[in-house]
């Protein structure tokens, strides 16, 4: 039997954190190792890529294609405690302040499996949505929740739990969501370098 359920949606970097994650863990791991110096040409060309075709999955894999296992093992731990000190300050606040008020709280982002349930396990977020890379080829994309994608994994999400969802408000700071700000009765436009709500 489905059920309706209100929810609330927050996006990770430049929502409820300064600065993108998977971007500043790659400047992490050039500074830790030489690895990733190697592939300056391939990151030069995925950079072009970016602009041509942001929604493209390529460049991002060429992006990260220095990443290994080995230096997720090493380096996720001490970056995660580090970019922990990037979050606004009412993030974790709000976020108790939705649940508290009976909404089912969902965290939607396109940042990696290795870095964001980490970074936002003390938020208590109700399910943690994200994109979903291959184990053994960290900079391979599994899943990509990105775009309209966010909305493709809400709603897996939601029909694996029998949930008819219904968006009360959505949080984010970019028009790249705009397939799931769009589905909200609310949405609340974050500016990423303040961490201040946008006036309408």
Known sequence: MLRKQDIVVFDFDGTLSAYDSNVEFAKYCFKKSFRPWLFLPMIGVAAIGRMVKPEG??????????????????????????????RFGWAKEQVAKEKAEGRKVILVSASTDYLVPQLVKDMKFDVVLCSRME??????????????????????????????????????????????????????????????????
């Open 135 to 200: 184990k053994d080829k960290p900079w391979k994309y599994d899943f990509l929740c990105w775009g309209a994608n966010k909305v493709i994994a809400m709603d897996e999400w939601a029909k694996e739990n029998k949930i008819i969802p219904n968006v009360v408000r959505a949080y984010s700071d970019s028009k790249s969501d705009m397939p799931i700000m769009e589905i909200a009765n609310e949405q609340v436009w974050v500016d990423r370098k303040t961490g201040l709500r946008k006036s309408a």
């Open 57 to 86: 999955i390529w460049w991002r894999q060429w992006m990260r294609r220095f990443m290994t296992p080995e230096m997720v093992k090493r380096f996720a731990p001490e970056f995660i405690k580090q970019h922990k000190k990037e």
